[in-house]
């Protein structure tokens, strides 16, 4: 089992930054995968933002550039840092883990899930 708690959300304004923080807690947390994803109001939940055990990542489109994920492994944390943002950044964002090392976008694919953090931006 692994128990995740995402901290960080907010309102901010449009060209604004946040730091959002997952800390991991349970089964071996320097071996998982770990995503970021949102859902917005009547929408589906989308990847955002992927890191593995080494540190390699992958990004949406819609983020890459502008968002940035890493993870510390002494700390069970792994932090996405969001710059230049714009309204339809909006969303609940959340992270989740795999027992997979593997890449994925999928959601179905990770099996634990925080319960998310609001992110809001304002135009």
């Known amino acids: 089992q692994v128990q995740l708690v995402e901290s960080g959300g907010g309102l901010v304004q449009a060209g604004g930054s946040l730091k959002l923080s997952c800390a991991a807690s349970?089964?071996?947390?320097?071996?998982?995968?770990m995503g970021w994803f949102r859902q917005a109001p009547g929408k589906e939940r989308v990847f955002v933002a992927f890191i593995n055990w080494s540190g390699s990542t992958a990004y949406a489109d819609s983020v890459k550039g502008r968002f940035t994920i890493t993870r510390d492994n002494g700390k069970n944390t792994v932090y996405l840092l969001m710059n230049s943002l714009k309204p339809e950044d909006t969303a609940v964002y959340s992270c989740a883990a795999r027992t997979s090392p593997y890449y994925s976008r999928d959601p179905e694919l990770y099996h634990y899930w925080g319960q998310g953090t609001q992110v809001t931006v304002s135009s």
């Open positions: 349970g089964r071996t947390f320097s071996s998982s995968a």
